[in-house]
Structures are given as C-alpha cells and as structure tokens.
C-alpha cells in the first residue's frame, strides 16, 4: 500500500489535528506550483500599503500611496492594510475570492543588503551562515524529496524554469530543463533634451562651465544607477509582455509541467519610483495583469495551483533624496490559487512606527521564507518535518494554513 493510500485510510480518527497538512498528501499529482522571483528587492511598502501607520506617511512625502478614499489611494484590504491601487483589476478580484494573501515582513536573515548574495542564499535556502553549497537549490530538493519512494506521490511533478539559463534553485541532483518564453525587455531612456536647453541658457557665461560639470556628474550618475539596477535583474525578463509569457507557462503547467519558476527583474528602484502612477505603478500593473491571465488561463487546473511571488529583500521604509528607495531588509510575499486560504494577511505582523523598523530604517523578518514555505510544502505534499528539513536544512516549517 503506497503511503498516501495508507493515509486515506486512516482519515482523521488517529491522525488528529496534527495530520492535517498531511491529508493533503493525495493531491501530490495534481498539484501545481510555480515560484515567481521579483529580482532588485521590490518595494513591498507601495504594493501592500500600511495604511494605519502615519509614519509611513511622515517618512514618504513623495512616494506613499494615499490612504484609501483619496485620490490614487490605496484599495482597503484590512483596517491597517492597502493595495496599490494599480492592481485594481488584476488582484484585487483574487483576494476578494481569497484566492491571494499576502505574508509582510517575510524574508531571510541575510543582511548583507546585496542584490545577487541575498539572492543565491535564498535560492540555495540553506541557514545563514554557514559555509554555502551550491550543488542544489531548495526547489530541486523538492523535487528529489517528492520522488523518493519514501514520499509516495503518485507521479513526481515535472519541473521547469521559464528562464534563459537555469536558475540556483532548480540546480541540483535532479535534471530539470529550462526555456526562455519571452525576452522582451521594455527600459525607458533618459531625455537629455531640458538639460541642453538649460545648458545653451549658459553658453557664454561665468556659470556655463558648473552647468555643464554639474549635468555632466549626473548624467555619469544616472548611468551609474541604471547599471546596477539593471544588473540586480540577472538577466531577469521585464514585466512588460510578462502576461503573454504568464499565459504561456499556464498551458504548459497545464498539461506538462506542475512546478516551475520564472524572474522578473526591473525592481530595484532607487531613482523615481513613483507612487500611485509612475515607474513602479507600471510594473505592478504588468506584473498584475500577468498573474490574473495565469489564473485564468490555468482554467480548472487553477484551483489546484498555488504561486508564490518572493523578492530577495525588501526596500527602505523612509524614500530617499531621488525619491526611490534602497535596499531594505523585510518584504512581502504573495500566496495566491484557486484553493489558497486567502483574503487575509498571513503570518506574524506587528504596527510600523519609528521605533520598530530594524536597524531604524527597514521591515523586520518575522515570517522567516524557509519556515513559511517549508510550511507551505508540507499541507501542498504532504511532507513531514524530516522531509522539510531536508529541503530546507534546519529550519522548521511554520503552517500558515495557506493552502
């Protein structure tokens, strides 16, 4: 007798409450999940607004998004809780079916505040610390663990990276191919047309030598700025066509594959992010609008699908003298399917004020990744704690009762 058949024999009479994730187990073959990786630290605080927090308010005069009510306000999720309001249509009909929630101050223990260090730790997703080995991510040990014969699933899900190269996290003992959908790259340019109006204002005066040294230094600035934010991307493909890739992945997750991954970069706004419009407002909407056209393209498959969207880190709390945001620590995961225990903010929170930011400036952690998506795996598979600490070393998974 296979273990899951042995599971659904025993029902819940002697298992108790404890078992609960387990029963899950049988739904192993059908089971979709697909992990989607915002690359450049995303801005957690405009895409869930805390709405209750003044100094949210004192400490982005520029950039926060208004409470809900007023214009370009946020969408009211919960008396301390918004949404941008950019995912109006694409997101916010998910949570309202509570098939989206949300997890703040997610995150890893990884200070170290650099794009592709916090990025490999948390794809590789062993304890900080330690001496890193890159032969496997946790996504391919999930892998392996669900086709032990110990696991009993009835088929090992397939896996894909939608991806150019493949991942950290699908890297391992397992093959798992990858394939690129889409390299459309969308980048906005920057108009020097005003600087040299400015600039020929001068010409011929005491001041034309620091007006052109000055718009020199930023534009060497500005390109400096725009290389690395480019670079936190890895290659990463834009948000914009993200929902024609989006809908592409679902027709193979469809019938092909039922675990995948795929990046999207462009999130590392340090100049101009914007608020209710704008740079970051955009990308939310195409990023948005990608997810809701995976959900519907997934057709009944859907409610047998989680997706969960994670950043390596958060940004600032406090917007910065170009009106962006640096990197931060906590962030903000999304969970969302068709049989996701949504419509509510998850996991262990607490009130955002001057004096409970770490290090002063940033989210804390308090829903460490390992643990919440360790958790996760184990109602999804089925997988005890020996089998989660074997995708996630040391860690203990913490039930959420996401899915």
Same mark, same amino acid.
């Given at each position: 007798?296979? &273990?899951?058949?042995?599971?659904?024999? /025993?029902? @819940?009479? @002697?298992?108790?409450?404890?078992?609960?994730?387990?029963? @899950?187990?049988?739904?192993?073959?059908?089971?979709?999940?697909?992990?989607?990786?915002?690359?450049?630290?995303?801005?957690?605080?405009?895409?869930?607004?805390?709405?209750?927090?003044?100094?949210?308010?004192? %400490?982005?005069?520029?950039?926060?998004? @208004?409470?809900?009510?007023?214009?370009?306000?946020?969408?009211?999720?919960?008396?301390?809780? =918004?949404?941008?309001?950019?995912?109006?249509?694409?997101?916010?009909?998910?949570?309202?079916?509570?098939?989206?929630?949300?997890?703040?101050?997610?995150?890893?223990?990884?200070?170290?505040?650099?794009?592709?260090?916090?990025?490999?730790?948390?794809?590789?997703?062993?304890?900080? =610390?330690?001496?890193?080995?890159?032969?496997?991510?946790?996504?391919?040990?999930?892998?392996?663990?669900?086709?032990?014969?110990?696991?009993?699933?009835?088929?090992?899900?397939?896996?894909?990276?939608?991806?150019?190269?493949?991942?950290?996290?699908?890297?391992?003992?397992?093959?798992?191919?990858?394939?690129?959908?889409?390299?459309?790259?969308?980048?906005?340019?920057?108009?020097?047309?005003?600087?040299?109006?400015?600039?020929?204002?001068? &010409?011929?005066?005491?001041?034309?030598?620091?007006?052109?040294?000055?718009?020199?230094? &930023?534009?060497?600035?500005?390109?400096?700025?725009?290389?690395?934010?480019?670079?936190?991307?890895?290659?990463?493909?834009? %948000?914009?066509?993200?929902? =024609?890739?989006?809908?592409?992945?679902?027709?193979?997750?469809?019938?092909?594959?039922?675990?995948?991954?795929?990046?999207?970069?462009?999130?590392?706004?340090?100049?101009?992010?914007?608020?209710? %419009?704008?740079?970051?407002?955009? &990308?939310?909407?195409?990023?948005?609008?990608?997810?809701?056209?995976?959900?519907?393209?997934?057709?009944?498959?859907?409610?047998?699908?989680?997706?969960?969207?994670?950043?390596?880190?958060?940004?600032?709390?406090?917007?910065?003298?170009?009106?962006? %945001?640096?990197?931060?620590?906590?962030?903000?995961?999304?969970?969302?399917?068709?049989?996701?225990?949504?419509?509510?903010?998850?996991?262990?929170?607490?009130?955002?004020?001057?004096?409970?930011?770490?290090?002063?400036?940033?989210?804390?952690? /308090?829903?460490?990744?390992?643990?919440?998506? =360790?958790?996760?795996?184990?109602?999804?598979?089925?997988?005890?704690?020996?089998?989660?600490?074997?995708?996630?070393?040391?860690?203990?998974?913490?039930?959420?009762?996401?899915?």
């Amino acid at each position: 007798m296979q &273990r899951r058949h042995l599971l659904q024999a /025993l029902g @819940a009479s @002697a298992l108790g409450v404890a078992s609960a994730s387990v029963l @899950a187990a049988p739904r192993a073959q059908d089971v979709r999940f697909l992990l989607v990786f915002l690359r450049g630290g995303y801005d957690c605080a405009s895409l869930l607004v805390p709405t209750a927090s003044s100094y949210y308010y004192e %400490t982005r005069p520029n950039i926060a998004i @208004a409470r809900p009510g007023q214009d370009g306000g946020a969408l009211a999720l919960t008396p301390d809780w =918004g949404l941008h309001p950019a995912l109006a249509d694409s997101m916010l009909p998910l949570y309202q079916k509570s098939q989206l929630a949300f997890v703040p101050f997610a995150g890893t223990d990884d200070l170290s505040r650099s794009h592709f260090d916090t990025q490999d730790s948390m794809e590789l997703g062993q304890p900080v =610390g330690g001496r890193r080995d890159y032969r496997s991510g946790f996504l391919n040990r999930l892998v392996a663990e669900l086709a032990a014969p110990a696991a009993g699933a009835a088929a090992t899900p397939q896996p894909m990276a939608f991806t150019s190269t493949l991942p950290l996290v699908l890297r391992g003992a397992v093959d798992v191919p990858n394939t690129l959908l889409s390299a459309v790259a969308g980048r906005s340019g920057v108009d020097a047309r005003q600087a040299q109006l400015i600039e020929s204002m001068y &010409r011929g005066t005491p001041l034309a030598t620091p007006v052109a040294e000055g718009f020199a230094t &930023r534009e060497e600035v500005a390109r400096t700025m725009q290389g690395e934010m480019e670079a936190a991307s890895r290659n990463a493909l834009s %948000t914009k066509g993200f929902e =024609g890739t989006a809908r592409r992945m679902a027709r193979l997750m469809q019938t092909r594959y039922q675990l995948g991954f795929v990046d999207v970069g462009g999130w590392d706004t340090h100049v101009a992010q914007g608020a209710a %419009t704008g740079a970051l407002a955009n &990308r939310f909407e195409e990023l948005g609008r990608g997810l809701a056209g995976f959900a519907d393209e997934m057709g009944p498959a859907w409610k047998s699908t989680v997706v969960v969207v994670v950043s390596e880190f958060g940004r600032t709390f406090r917007e910065n003298g170009n009106r962006g %945001t640096d990197h931060g620590h906590g962030t903000v995961f999304w969970v969302l399917g068709g049989g996701v225990n949504g419509g509510r903010i998850a996991g262990e929170q607490q009130a955002l004020s001057a004096t409970t930011l770490f290090q002063n400036r940033d989210y804390p952690v /308090l829903n460490d990744y390992r643990s919440v998506l =360790g958790g996760l795996f184990a109602r999804m598979y089925g997988l005890n704690a020996a089998a989660v600490a074997r995708v996630f070393p040391g860690a203990k998974a913490a039930d959420l009762r996401l899915a």
